[in-house]
């Protein structure tokens, strides 16, 4: 039976377009993406499931335990298996690592450990790296765990910075050449059991578990 996943979104959701394609030629194997929840209701992420024809949902403002009480029933309820952070700007508790247990992806647009943690995300990720000089940045996929971007990396992917880059093209860069690819492909591991975490260490399988 195919996993199913949820993706949380907060913005624009290319990551979540990125999802949906993959999911359109047949590439997330074994899962379907079965809803799309978002922090906003004004979220184009939210248009995007709609055309795709995925159930969205908007989560209830409040403080952080509030809403990932509201979170957690609603991914139940959805018979969720896969929880996935796909540009999700909201800080959430450890009531959801507790219910849905390496079984919490996201993606972040650098190369972990470097420019991350909080307050570190979105175009503010990449005005740190280029005010810090870096030659390579990239974007990470790893399991969400209690401590803000510091969970088992799954799949990280990297690209060069160059010296005319600006904050906006670095972010497209890596958002084409490495987001775009690395999400799909990280969910469609863990929905076919490919994915063994031990501590820190996610090794990637030839075959399901
Ligand atoms: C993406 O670059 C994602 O990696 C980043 O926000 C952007 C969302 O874009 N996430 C974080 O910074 C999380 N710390 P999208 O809505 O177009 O997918």
Known sequence: MAKRIAVLVSGGGTNLQALIDAQGRGELTGGEIAAVLSSSPDAYALERAKKAGIP?????????????????????????????????????????????????????????????GVGCYGLHVHEKALAYGVKVSGATVHFVTEECDAGPIVLQKAVEV??????????RRIMEQCEW????????????????VEGRKVTVLENAE
Not at 68 to 78: D, K, M, N, Y
Not at 98 to 115: E, K, Q, T
């Open 56 to 116: 969205g949902y908007v989560l209830p403002r409040g403080d952080a335990r509030a809403v990932t009480a509201a979170l957690v029933e609603r991914l139940q309820a959805l018979d969720i298996h896969l929880v996935v952070m796909a540009g999700f700007m909201t800080i959430v508790t450890e009531e959801l690592f507790r219910a849905y247990p390496n079984a919490v992806l996201n993606i972040h647009p650098s190369l972990i450990p470097s420019f991350c």
């Open 162 to 171: 160059l010296p005319e880059d600006t904050p906006e093209t670095l972010q």
């Open 181 to 196: 690819k690395l999400l799909p492909r990280a969910v469609s591991l863990f929905c076919q059991g490919r994915l063994r």
